[in-house]
């Protein structure tokens, strides 16, 4: 019973293109989502973060947009760069607390030339 | 600049052997946890501790023990290994527990095979 959903394994967008990334969740407790994004034999780092009481945060180049009433969050990356190319992990918590926390299976990531 | 530290990175165990996974950091983070994370699935939690001294169990303990006998150290301990627990781990350290504008510090990973 998967309660963080990443249904897309894999993405290819063209460089400078728009990235868009999507996320599922089913707990409707979860208050806080994060994502995180993880390079080939590195652990992951934190990326962005949104509370369950906006529905969009920005930061540089990365936006995540929440839409509780789909129980829905995606992260867009504008432009993308070669540098994106990477596993996204969306992930949830119910109660503020990081030992709550629940990720999804991770999107890859990859922009082409 | 070590941040988090986990030894050994990769590692292979034959079925019944145990073996201790390092894990250390250097930020003074009360809060250090143990994921690990299965091919095409998110990660999940196997114990997590919030200070010296204490720890508890998270989604998946079965088949591991930890101890924090100092704010630096979380040692993993895989007692009787099974082709199961061939995985990913990644220990991970936060200077609070909130979610809400905290952020979790990552290892690089260990992968662990056992056959």
């Known amino acids: 019973d998967q309660q963080v959903k990443q249904n897309s394994p894999s993405l290819s967008v063209q460089e400078g293109r728009i990235s868009i990334l999507n996320c599922d969740y089913t707990?409707?407790?979860?208050?806080?989502f994060l994502w995180y994004k993880k390079y080939p034999a590195e652990g992951p780092t934190f990326l962005i973060s949104?509370?369950?009481?906006?529905d969009k945060n920005e930061d540089g180049r990365f936006t995540v947009f929440l839409n509780k009433s789909a129980k829905h969050l995606s992260l867009h990356i504008v432009p993308s760069q070669p540098g994106d190319s990477a596993v996204y992990f969306c992930?949830?918590?119910?109660?503020?607390?990081?030992?709550?926390?629940?990720f999804g299976s991770g999107t890859r990531l990859s922009i082409r030339p | 600049n070590a941040g988090v530290t986990q030894t050994p990175k990769f590692r292979i165990l034959k079925i019944g052997q145990s073996m201790t996974l390092q894990c250390a950091q250097d930020m003074n983070h009360n809060y250090m946890y143990w994921y690990r994370q299965d091919p095409g699935m998110g990660l999940k939690l196997i114990y997590y501790?919030?200070?010296?001294?204490?720890?508890d169990k998270g989604e998946v303990p079965n088949g591991y023990n930890v101890s924090r006998s100092t704010t630096e150290d979380f040692p993993l301990r895989l007692e009787l290994a099974a082709p199961s627990q061939t995985s990913v781990y990644f220990c991970a350290s936060s200077y609070s527990e909130g979610a809400s504008g905290n952020t979790i510090y990552f290892g690089e990973g260990s992968w662990l095979t056992v056959v």
């Open positions: 992930a949830a918590s119910g109660d503020s607390s990081a030992s709550k926390i629940i």
């Open positions: 949104i509370s369950s009481i906006k």
């Open positions: 707990n409707s407790m979860f208050d806080y």
């Open positions: 501790s919030v200070g010296a001294g204490i720890t």
